[in-house]
Every structure is written in structure tokens, then in C-alpha cells.
């Protein structure tokens, strides 16, 4: 009963502008409220795009052996199972690049609607994400060396000669 009393002292109130002052600012606040909101979901969903064509570059890079019509299959097989969970998303659009020197590159665009934006004539917000991965074709190298001289101050005498252990391991 309060709130209604007071709400209706406020309406009530000549003695000066707050009900016209009121009136004015609510519209750009709730315009700046749901700006907010949308540029939120925007960034939230630029996000999980980008996760979504990380994952997808990397697949393609990790087929080893195939050849690039294998990889563009495999990058847009991984882009659509991680954009299929994606609330929101529209218009999805994706390119695939496979450069000589073993880099492949994933794009995407899509576009998110808008609620409030459309007050301010924007329907819907473009999101873009893009991802490189590269296809190392050397081996990989492992070396191991023991250092037992007590210079990090726990030395065994008897367990080892200084040199006596190095590995080596190429592929």
C-alpha cells in the first residue's frame, strides 16, 4: 500500500519537473539497458564461434595424410557439430583455406538478431571468427639429461657417474 501511495504522490507532484525529467530519461535508459543485454549475447556468442572454428582449424590441421578435400570435410564436420548447441545463430556462413606451406585457415560469419537493437533500426549483428593451424610435418624430438653433480644440492654417491644416463628419442 505504501508503494501505491507513494507512486501516486509522485504522479501527483506540480511542484517541479520530476515526472517530465522522469518521462524523458526512461526511454535512453531502457534503450541503454538492452544495448547492454544484446552486446552481452553478442560477445557470448563470438565466443563460443570462435571455440567452435579453433576446434575446427585444429581438426583439419591434425589429419595427417589427407589431402585438403579430406580436411575441409573434416574442419566443416567439426563447425557444424560445435555450432549445432549454439542458441541464437543465424545464417551461418564458412570458408576453408589450405595454403601450400601447411597452414589451413577456418572463417565463419553469422548473425545474431536483435530485440532492442531494432528500436534503433539495427535487425540483427554480424559475428566473425577466424582460425589458423599449422601442419607440422617434421619429427618429434625428446631428450632427456640427468644431472647428478649435487648442484641442485641432493647427490647420492654410489647411484651415479656424472654423464652416466642421456636419452635420445627421434621419430
Known amino acids: 500500500m505504501a508503494f501505491l501511495s507513494r507512486a501516486r504522490d509522485f504522479l501527483a507532484d506540480r511542484q517541479a519537473n520530476v515526472a517530465m525529467l522522469f518521462a524523458f530519461s526512461i526511454i535512453p535508459i531502457t534503450v541503454s539497458i538492452g544495448a547492454a543485454v544484446e552486446f552481452s549475447r553478442a560477445s557470448n ?26 580436411r575441409r570435410q573434416e574442419a566443416f564436420r567439426v563447425l557444424k557439430a ?22 589451413y585457415t577456418v572463417k565463419a ?10 528500436l534503433l533500426g539495427v535487425k ?12 607440422a610435418s617434421q619429427g618429434t624430438e625428446i631428450a632427456f639429461a640427468f644431472d ?7 647427490a647420492h654417491p654410489g647411484l651415479m657417474r656424472p654423464g652416466s644416463c642421456v636419452m635420445f628419442w627421434r621419430r
Open 82 to 103: 560445435n555450432t549445432s548447441e549454439i542458441d541464437n545463430i543465424e545464417g551461418l556462413t564458412r570458408k576453408f583455406h589450405a595454403s601450400r606451406d601447411g597452414v
Open 45 to 70: 556468442l563470438e565466443v563460443a564461434l570462435q571455440a567452435a572454428v579453433d576446434n575446427a582449424a585444429l581438426a583439419a590441421a591434425a589429419k595427417t595424410g589427407a589431402r585438403n578435400s579430406e
Open 148 to 154: 647428478i653433480t649435487n648442484s641442485m644440492g641432493f
Open 109 to 118: 560469419t553469422a548473425d545474431m538478431g536483435t530485440a532492442f537493437g531494432g
Open 124 to 135: 540483427d549483428m554480424k559475428i566473425y571468427a577466424e582460425a589458423q593451424a599449422t601442419y
